[in-house]
């Protein structure tokens, strides 16, 4: 009986040591800084955001010095969200412009803009999204004859 009780204690024991631990491991993290590791990889992933913001508000500005008449002058690359360049990001407007419907709706998709049915629509708000400024109605229907590409 005596070893019965001192084998319980143990166990109770045990039991309570492991329960503070537990809380102790769950609740430490609320005093404890951000290890100095983490802390880096979290400035890192910052710091690509910020590059990517940098070189997509350059682009977007070099996009909206695209002269319209020219369809070949090369178009200023935007990261998508990711950080990374769509597969569907076009060359130059040409390109841009002989885009069928699927791929316009593609392009729109990877940057995270409303997808229309319209490839016209598809290509105004793509537009306007890497900083292309130039009354896009307008000149869209000067580049377009019965919504075919003016190529």
């Given at each position: 009986m005596l070893l019965h009780r001192v084998?319980?204690?143990?166990?109770?024991?045990?039991e309570i040591a492991k329960q503070v631990k537990e809380?102790?491991?769950?609740?430490?993290?609320?005093?404890?800084?951000?290890?100095?590791?983490?802390?880096?990889?979290?400035?890192?992933?910052q710091l690509e955001k910020?590059?990517?913001?940098?070189?997509?508000?350059?682009?977007?500005?070099?996009?909206?010095?695209?002269?319209?008449?020219?369809?070949?002058e090369a178009l200023a690359t935007v990261l998508t969200s990711e950080g990374t360049r769509s597969d569907y990001f076009p060359a130059d407007l040409r390109s841009l412009l002989s885009y069928d419907n699927d791929a316009?709706?593609?392009l729109v998709k990877d940057y995270g803009l409303v997808e229309a049915e319209e490839s016209e629509m598809n290509?105004?708000?793509?537009l306007m999204h890497i900083g292309?400024?130039?009354?896009?109605?307008?000149?869209?229907s000067r580049l377009t004859y019965k919504g075919?590409?003016?190529?």
């Open positions: 084998h319980i204690k143990e166990q109770m024991r045990d809380q102790v491991d769950s609740q430490i993290v609320e005093y404890i800084p951000v290890p100095l590791r983490q802390q880096a990889a979290e400035g890192k992933k910020v590059r990517a913001s940098l070189h997509n508000s350059e682009s977007r500005i070099s996009n909206s010095n695209v002269d319209i008449l020219n369809l070949d316009t709706k593609k290509i105004k708000r793509f292309e400024q130039w009354a896009v109605g307008e000149c869209f075919k590409p003016k190529v």
